[in-house]
């Protein structure tokens, strides 16, 4: 499938099912996309966790919700997932050197990168590319200087990391191409082989259509960052529900 049928492809989808639990989960799959005002019957005991626009949502059975923009969100504060899709920094971000690269969510415990849109330097595979002339390699020990390698088919190129520095930009003189494949050598760790898929017209915080268009390419890593994201704030909204029932 190319980039641009990707784009075509979830162009209507304005909700995707992450996980459904309850009498009515069979309905519910993940993965499934729900279209801008969609309705949804749930029964009691049904719980359903979806991604919006907004973010991650989670609604709970017996009733009807109708799935568009009027939506009353059930908290503002659980935004991780649009951290991750925006590149937002804020007070969290711990992005080393790099400006305009984007940030992303962060916490004291998390070690991975800090938006979807960063290479891990220690992963190989589909990486997704939204803005090629702001793509960055992502590195989990940045206390030490360290310069690698880029190899592609027209070449290759330094990585030169800063002491200090988790982000690095992508070599200006290296051509990002879609379905390309490339190979980073970093001192010390074996070499990583990943291709890069250039997804043109990126929907700027669509985050259902940003994890489709993940998804369908193939950009595991990627996704299930997100997916990772959207689960803690769901976990977030339930223990915030429970928390105000029991009070």
Not at 202 to 211: C, I, K, L, S
Request: neutral net charge; proline residues 5%.
């Amino acid at each position: 499938m190319g980039a641009a049928t990707l784009v075509a492809a979830q162009a209507h989808a304005q909700s995707v099912v992450l996980r459904a639990t309850g009498p009515s989960s069979a309905s519910y799959p993940a993965g499934k996309k729900l279209a801008d005002g969609t309705e949804i019957v749930l029964k009691a005991g049904d719980v359903l966790t979806v991604l919006d626009k907004a973010g991650t949502r989670v609604v709970r059975g017996p009733g009807k919700v109708t799935l568009d923009g009027s939506v009353t969100r059930d908290r503002t504060g659980a935004k991780r997932v649009a951290d991750l899709v925006s590149g937002s920094t804020g007070a969290r971000a711990r992005t080393g050197a790099v400006r305009g690269a984007g940030g992303g969510a962060a916490s004291a415990t998390y070690t991975g990168p800090t938006n979807i849109w960063q290479i891990d330097s220690t992963k190989g595979g589909t990486w997704c590319v939204a803005d090629a002339t702001r793509l960055v390699f992502w590195r989990p020990d940045r206390v030490e200087a360290m310069t690698g390698t880029v190899k592609g088919q027209s070449g290759s190129a330094d990585v030169a990391f800063k002491r200090g520095g988790a982000l690095k930009l992508w070599p200006q003189d290296m051509p990002v191409v879609d379905n390309a494949t490339y190979t980073l050598e970093m001192p010390g760790a074996s070499p990583v082989t990943f291709i890069t898929r250039v997804l043109p017209g990126v929907p700027d915080g669509d985050v259902p259509a940003v994890y489709s268009m993940l998804n369908d390419a193939g950009c595991t890593a990627q996704r299930d960052l997100l997916l990772e994201a959207a689960y803690a704030d769901a976990a977030e909204i339930e223990a915030e529900a429970e928390n105000t029932t029991e009070g």
